[in-house]
């Protein structure tokens, strides 16, 4: 209402430069109090006893009227004044006013009153409410050691300077919607009903350390210039709504207590957010929040889900959380940034990194300033760091350390052969059974072939698309320096190459001949029984056929002509063995045969004469057998090689 307006009581009848008071009529007069005669005035206040309504809307006051209005409403043996239902509305104060020692029996209203001064409460307690509404204050609000019974109603209040609003308990809402002021402390209040700061403007820090929120709070699109502290708050019943607030700085939770969830959707916070010794009963939602200058989230143990995606960090960042799950879908670091984290299983899609980000698992709990260990009771301890999904990340810049990456999503990555890996990082192992080789797979080869299920509502990429992002983790860990992980990379790569329908069928036919006899040169066990396999096959067929049924020995003829002699050498062609089969089984023939194929896998003739058989044979061998060999090398090699 504009001073304009008529207002809906009785008017007062005194006329000033400005036109008529707006004060509420004292009946049976025609003015209000303030314009009343001094024997009218005294009349009227000795009519008054402990427990009467007061109705002084629009009325204009000084402390010292108000003083004369309650002292005959005040105990003579407590010297507390007892009111019914008081009513300021729309009342200006000149100067500061003070209520102390003062029990309202129903609600105290001071909507859209103002105050040139400051407002000071102390020791007062409303069976009702008490309104503050709309009401502009040129300095400070204080309400000490007061009871509100139902509401406190704050609404779209305007305070110049503090609000200190140190009330021991609100029995029902506390309503601050829209409120303005310097700076504004709430320490150790007790609110039995919803509270709710949203649309609050305070231009400095704000105090809510140890204050206990029954139906938790809503800070929605408050704005808070300085540091916010909650250490000690409970949010009990229902979530502490901060979406889209604008902190300035800090806003430390230590020891705080967090029965709902925790919302900053959409939030920008200045500093620092800790949660030293705070108790989470469900998770804590960042989606769209800024940190402009957060260097540092956590410790923080969340039993549920803490969802950074669509955040954004503007600087250097150590995020230092034990949760069941951390999701950064599309999350941007415009800075370095160290995710510390614990039992978590966390989700990288689409994630934009500008600067190196490591995430890494940390093997013991998290330490308190004090030193003591963070529990951790609704998490299993059990659980490793879980990286499900790097899908769509530039990966030049993200560091994984000691993480779990079973479940992981490789697939759409960019720069994968950057991706530096630290620490252990386990890869899945195909099924257990003489079938499958030990090696490290991806989880999208799982879903291929059908080891695990694939995520909800995706399709199983097929070997052509799984290839590239076999060779560029191969390329990877190459560049680390670790050999052995690159090639299960490289024997995963090839596997996809060998699956692959779009592949020529003789690459295909090429390198399954290669995987069945060495493994792609990556399995010597594989290789050296297929050497041993082809030198027996080598041995029995020189015992069998190879080797001549008796060495023939030099032949010379010659002629004599006088003194000269012609002589003429000539070795017999080699007959070919004869008889059963078991005779040519002999153990001479064997020890032939073996120093024919012992040298052949060495590349060296033996000088054994051979029938023709036996000759191909041995070429044969020559050709396959130190093949087979070098394969078998070229295996160990990779898997000693750093």
Not at 15 to 32: E, F, I, M, N, S
Not at 344 to 349: E, G, H, Q, T
Not at 524 to 535: D, E, G, H, I, K
Request: charged share 25%; aromatic share 8%; glycine share 10%.
């Amino acid at each position: 209402m504009t001073a304009t307006d008529t207002p809906a009581w009785p008017q007062c009848g005194h006329l000033d430069a400005g036109g008529h008071c707006r004060g509420h009529r004292v009946a049976p007069y025609t003015a209000c109090l303030a314009h009343l005669g001094s024997a009218e005035r005294a009349a009227h206040l000795a009519s008054l006893a402990p427990g009467a309504d007061l109705d002084h809307r629009g009325t204009p006051f000084t402390q010292g009227l108000l003083d004369a209005l309650l002292a005959p409403l005040r105990d003579p043996a407590s010297g507390r004044a007892r009111v019914g239902n008081a009513a300021f509305d729309e009342t200006r104060f000149t100067g500061d006013a003070e209520l102390d020692d003062i029990d309202f029996g129903g609600s105290c209203s001071f909507a859209s009153a103002v105050f040139d001064g400051g407002l000071y409460a102390r020791e007062v307690r409303t069976e009702g409410d008490f309104r503050l509404a709309a009401a502009r204050v040129a300095k400070d609000v204080w309400l000490d050691d007061t009871d509100v019974g139902v509401d406190a109603w704050f609404y779209e209040a305007r305070i110049t300077g503090t609000l200190r609003f140190c009330v021991r308990e609100v029995g029902g809402t506390a309503m601050f919607r829209g409120v303005t002021c310097a700076a504004a402390y709430f320490s150790g209040v007790r609110v039995c009903g919803i509270a709710s700061f949203n649309g609050a403007v305070i231009n400095g820090e704000a105090d809510f350390a140890g204050a206990v929120f029954e139906d938790g709070a809503t800070f929605e699109t408050a704005r808070i210039a300085g540091r916010a502290c909650f250490d000690g708050t409970h949010f009990h019943r229902s979530r502490a709504c901060f979406n889209g607030a604008d902190i300035g700085g800090g806003m430390p939770f230590a020891e705080a207590h967090f029965a709902a969830e925790a919302t900053f959707e959409g939030a920008a916070i200045g500093g620092d957010l800790t949660f030293t010794g705070a108790r989470l009963e469900s998770g804590v939602d960042f989606r769209r929040t800024v940190f402009r200058r957060t260097a540092r989230i956590g410790p923080l143990v969340c039993p549920g889900t803490v969802d950074f995606s669509h955040a954004v960090f503007e600087t250097a960042l150590t995020l230092e959380t034990a949760a069941r799950e951390v999701r950064c879908r599309q999350t941007r670091w415009a800075s370095t940034a160290a995710l510390r984290l614990r039992h978590a299983a966390v989700d990288l899609s689409d994630a934009v990194t500008e600067f190196p980000v490591t995430v890494s698992g940390r093997p013991r709990p998290f330490v308190s300033p004090h030193g003591e260990a963070m529990a951790e009771p609704e998490l299993l301890t059990d659980l490793p760091v879980r990286i499900t999904s790097v899908t769509g990340v530039d990966a030049a810049h993200l560091v994984l350390a000691d993480t779990d990456l079973t479940d992981c999503l490789f697939v759409g990555t960019v720069h994968l052969d950057q991706l530096r890996f630290e620490g252990r990082c386990r890869l899945p192992q195909p099924p257990d059974g003489l079938r499958w080789t030990r090696r490290q797979t991806l989880a999208e080869e799982r879903h291929w072939r059908g080891w695990a299920p694939a995520p909800s509502g995706a399709d199983p990429h097929e070997p052509a698309t799984l290839a590239p992002v076999y060779r560029q983790l191969r390329k990877a860990l190459e560049d680390s320096r670790n050999e052995p992980g690159a090639a299960d990379f490289y024997y995963g790569e090839m596997e996809m190459r060998r699956h692959d329908t779009t592949t020529s069928r003789g690459e295909r036919t090429l390198l399954g001949l290669y995987w069945v006899l060495s493994g792609y040169g990556l399995r010597a066990t594989r290789a050296l029984a297929w050497l041993v396999l082809a030198m027996t096959a080598t041995v029995l067929t020189m015992m069998l056929w190879g080797l001549p049924r008796t060495d023939p020995d030099p032949v010379s003829t010659g002629t004599t002509d006088g003194r000269r002699i012609t002589l003429t050498t000539r070795k017999p062609t080699p007959v070919n063995p004869e008889g059963p089969y078991t005779k040519r089984l002999s153990a001479s023939r064997f020890e032939k045969s073996l120093r024919v194929v012992a040298n052949s896998v060495i590349f060296r003739a033996s000088g054994q004469d051979l029938t023709t058989t036996g000759t191909y044979v041995e070429m044969t061998s020559r050709l396959v057998e130190p093949a087979l060999l070098g394969l078998a090398v070229l295996a160990v090699r990779s898997r000693v090689k750093r």
